[in-house]
């Protein structure tokens, strides 16, 4: 089993950068995807980007493309979210997701079996 925190949520201007961390503890991190997914007031949870697990490769919601970078340090047990050019929608709840079962992450809520509380991000108009 592995547990998940998130940190780095905030309020920020429309435009401004906001950096979400989570750290894993339990299992070795290495050997887990990790996801980042956001729910926004009245809609379901959906996926923000992910990573596999060596971090060689990246996937992104296209609505975020261009703005958002996933990363992860497995050293120290840590993903990263860094959120550039927000927009009033990235407004809402931020969870990490881990999954050990599979190398590559998947765009789906189901495909993770460990989740963080989550982080709110609130940017203003």
């Known amino acids: 089993q592995v547990q998940l925190e998130e940190s780095g949520g905030g309020l920020v201007q429309a435009g401004g950068s906001l950096r979400l961390s989570c750290v894993a503890s339990?299992?070795?991190?290495?050997?887990?995807?990790m996801g980042w997914f956001r729910q926004a007031p009245g809609k379901e949870r959906e996926f923000v980007a992910g990573i596999s697990w060596n971090g060689d490769r990246t996937f992104y919601a296209d609505d975020v493309k261009g703005r958002f970078t996933i990363s992860r340090d497995n050293a120290k047990n840590t993903a990263y979210l860094q959120m550039n050019s927000l927009l009033p929608e990235d407004t809402g709840v931020y969870y990490c997701?881990?999954?050990?079962?599979?190398?590559?992450?998947?765009?789906?809520?189901?495909?993770?079996?460990?989740w963080g509380q989550g982080t709110q991000v609130t940017v203003s108009s």
């Open positions: 339990g299992r070795s991190f290495s050997d887990y995807v």
């Open positions: 997701a881990a999954e050990g079962s599979s190398r590559y992450p998947s765009r789906a809520s189901s495909g993770y079996g460990y």
